[in-house]
């Protein structure tokens, strides 16, 4: 069983820095492209930084120049270093990842969301 867990979130000041984690773990061929989400209080889930498996990645306007998505292949780890922040960046923040089974299908997971706080 393939599962996606995040972990770092926490509540910060405006214009500091965060930095989560998305570890996978279980049996799978490949991970093919990463991605974190976010979803704030009454709206719906919206990405905010994607990451191809060659390490190709492109960003929310909102967050570009302040947010940097990374993988680390050879631990399944994909991260999302934050800086400056903003209280609109208060979210629950999810990973998501394409990812071959050992039979060979492409899936899509979601991790379980970790919140993320940045007070004002």
């Known amino acids: 069983q393939v599962q996606l867990v995040e972990t770092g979130g926490g509540l910060v000041q405006a214009g500091g820095s965060l930095r989560i984690s998305c570890s996978v773990s279980g049996s799978f061929q490949t991970i093919n492209g990463m991605a974190w989400y976010r979803q704030r209080p009454g709206e719906e889930r919206e990405l905010v930084a994607f990451?191809?498996?060659?390490?190709?990645?492109n960003y929310a306007d909102s967050v570009k120049g302040r947010f940097t998505i990374s993988r680390d292949n050879a631990n399944d780890t994909m991260y999302l270093q934050m800086n400056s922040m903003k209280p609109e960046d208060t979210a629950v923040y999810y990973c998501?990842?394409?990812?071959?089974?050992?039979?060979?299908?492409?899936?899509?997971?979601w991790g379980q969301g970790i919140q993320v706080t940045v007070s004002s």
């Open positions: 990451i191809s498996s060659g390490r190709s990645t």
């Open positions: 998501n990842g394409d990812i071959r089974s050992v039979s060979g299908v492409l899936y899509h997971y």
